[in-house]
T-cell receptor
Framework: EADIYQTPRYLVIGTGKKITLECSQT?????MYWYQQDPGMELHLIHYSYGVNSTEKGDLSSESTVSRIRTEHFPLTLESARPSHTSQYLC??????????FGPGTRLTVL | DQQVKQNSPSLSVQEGRISILNCDYT??????FLWYKKYPAEGPTFLISISSIKDKNEDGRFTVFLNKSAKHLSLHIVPSQPGDSAVYFCAASPGDDKIIFGKGTRLHILP
């Protein structure tokens, strides 16, 4: 079954730690996206990729980085987590304009 | 400055009645509009979309109406069912692969 996966689902860590949020999709989509969402707020695009070795920054500035070495995998890394990074991170993939398939999200809390 | 606005944070509707969710946008370059539905602890799922060349698109119980002159779109759900209780995000795209989301409207279907 084609799907999009995110791990971990929940993460609580201390300030200064390095973390990687994993995202994988089995749909063969070239386009993948990372969004950040705070409660009651809109989703903000922070990174996107059009294919292997392609990464671009989104509309919302983020201290995170991404990589796209394989089509199915689009991990997001924070080198040194801070409380301001506390948020929900949603990964998505898609082929057609607009229609994106989202993973379940990772809820990150930085103490 | 929000480009996609959902001015009602929440809406309560009796089961079996019509639910109408509204959305306004400011960018006249948007040419594709979407609605996503989100349950707690899950990622958003695509619901229905409409191209700017149309003024109505229907899919089962869900109909989206677009009024370009007023920069307004709405989602009608009829009849409303308990499983429709969720957060609904209005979104728009200028035709590239990016989507701009609204803040969402929480719909409560009352028994």
């Amino acid at each position: 079954e084609a799907d999009i996966y995110q791990t971990p689902r929940y993460l609580v860590i201390g300030t200064g730690k390095k973390i990687t949020l994993e995202c994988s999709q089995t749909m063969g989509h070239d386009k993948m996206y990372w969004y950040q969402q705070d409660p009651g707020m809109e989703l903000h695009l922070i990174h996107y990729s059009y294919g292997v070795n392609s990464t671009e920054k989104g509309d919302l500035s983020s201290e995170s980085t991404v990589s796209r070495i394989r089509t199915e995998h689009f991990p997001l890394t924070l080198e040194s987590a801070r409380p301001s990074h506390t948020s929900q991170y949603l990964c998505a993939s898609g082929m057609n304009v607009g229609e994106q398939f989202f993973g379940p999200g990772t809820r990150l809390t930085v103490l | 400055d929000q480009q996609v606005k959902q001015n009602s944070p929440s809406l309560s509707v009796q089961e079996g009645r019509i639910s109408i969710l509204n959305c306004d946008y400011t960018n006249s370059m948007f040419d594709y509009f979407l609605w996503y539905k989100k349950y707690p602890a899950e990622g958003p799922t695509f619901l229905i979309s409409i191209s700017s060349i149309k003024d109505k698109n229907e899919d089962g119980r869900f109909t989206v109406f677009l009024n370009k002159s007023a920069k307004h779109l709405s989602l009608h759900i009829v009849p409303s069912q308990p499983g429709d209780s969720a957060v609904y995000f209005c979104a728009a795209s200028p035709g590239d692969d990016k989507i701009i989301f609204g803040k969402g409207t929480r719909l409560h279907i009352l028994p």
